[in-house]
């Protein structure tokens, strides 16, 4: 079989273009899921509100965290485990909570990017259509991490090369409702012989996505770039 010729410079063109030609909806999305992002946590709030009043106490940990290094973080967890332990299912539910939107909306998001390539087309609802797959693909994703931070556990590269050969399961969940098992199989086969592409292509994704978060606003320009370019790059590879 011929081997697909991809641009990761024409990607990112198609997603700069698509930005501005759909930056209304782009914004509208990203400005649904910040609202869906303040509606979830008020509602996570409602399971740890002692934890939340007795932050002051946990607060100054998560400081000495950022900076421990080896043995001392240690000794800087051990205080927390009491307390985090006694909010250990209220905690659990909210991560269960968070896990199941997210997961879900970022499907919907990825659907969004799909109808616009496809049809130049779409509409904020489509973002929140997907939560009937979300206990499907927060699992998957769950799957998603444990591979991927094995693969760091091995020497870091492992973790990068499958996190580049299997990150589009979610289209195939999306577009095929293949199981979890399937989409990361028929991911790996998409991606064969395209790594370095993918790397190039998660690289340039990080810079701009860093960028828009450290220019005012940016992120509402940066975000639908990255999510249009990997559209266009996964709609190469499939066609």
Same mark, same amino acid.
């Given at each position: 079989? !011929?081997?697909?010729?991809?641009?990761?410079?024409?990607?990112?063109?198609?997603?700069?273009?698509?930005?501005?030609?759909?930056?209304?909806?782009?914004?509208?999305?990203?400005?649904?899921?910040?609202?869906?992002?303040?509606?979830?946590?008020?509602?996570?709030?409602?399971?740890?509100?002692?934890?939340?009043?007795?932050?002051?106490?946990?607060?100054?940990?998560?400081?000495?965290?950022?900076?421990?290094?080896?043995?001392?973080?240690?000794?800087?967890?051990?205080?927390?485990?009491?307390?985090?332990?006694?909010?250990?299912?209220?905690?659990?539910?909210?991560?269960?909570?968070?896990?199941?939107?997210?997961?879900?909306?970022?499907?919907?998001?990825?659907?969004?990017?799909?109808?616009?390539?496809?049809?130049?087309?779409?509409?904020?609802?489509?973002?929140?259509?997907?939560?009937?797959?979300?206990?499907?693909?927060?699992?998957?994703?769950?799957?998603?991490?444990?591979?991927?931070?094995?693969?760091?556990?091995?020497?870091?590269?492992?973790?990068?090369?499958?996190?580049?050969?299997?990150?589009?399961?979610?289209?195939?969940?999306? !577009?095929?409702?293949?199981?979890?098992?399937?989409?990361?199989?028929?991911?790996? !086969?998409?991606?064969?012989?395209?790594?370095?592409?993918?790397?190039?292509?998660?690289?340039?994704?990080?810079?701009?996505?860093?960028?828009?978060?450290?220019?005012?606003?940016?992120?509402?320009?940066?975000?639908?770039?990255?999510?249009?370019?990997?559209?266009?790059?996964?709609?190469?590879?499939?066609?």
């Amino acid at each position: 079989m !011929e081997e697909k010729k991809i641009s990761i410079f024409d990607a990112f063109v198609f997603g700069f273009r698509m930005t501005i030609d759909h930056v209304r909806l782009s914004v509208m999305v990203l400005l649904a899921g910040i609202v869906l992002a303040i509606g979830v946590s008020s509602l996570a709030a409602l399971f740890n509100v002692d934890l939340i009043r007795n932050f002051h106490e946990v607060y100054p940990y998560l400081q000495q965290l950022q900076t421990c290094v080896g043995p001392a973080c240690i000794t800087v967890v051990r205080p927390l485990v009491p307390l985090l332990s006694h909010h250990l299912i209220t905690l659990l539910i909210a991560a269960l909570l968070f896990g199941l939107v997210f997961c879900s909306f970022d499907l919907g998001t990825k659907k969004v990017g799909l109808d616009l390539y496809d049809t130049d087309s779409s509409s904020v609802g489509v973002a929140f259509s997907y939560f009937y797959l979300a206990p499907k693909i927060m699992f998957a994703w769950l799957l998603y991490a444990i591979i991927v931070s094995t693969g760091f556990v091995l020497l870091i590269v492992p973790g990068i090369y499958w996190f580049l050969r299997f990150g589009f399961f979610p289209y195939f969940i999306l !577009e095929k409702d293949a199981s979890i098992i399937d989409s990361f199989r028929d991911s790996y !086969e998409l991606t064969e012989g395209y790594v370095w592409d993918l790397f190039v292509l998660w690289i340039i994704t990080k810079f701009i996505l860093h960028l828009g978060v450290m220019v005012w606003f940016g992120f509402f320009i940066t975000w639908p770039i990255a999510l249009f370019s990997h559209v266009y790059v996964y709609r190469k590879l499939t066609a």
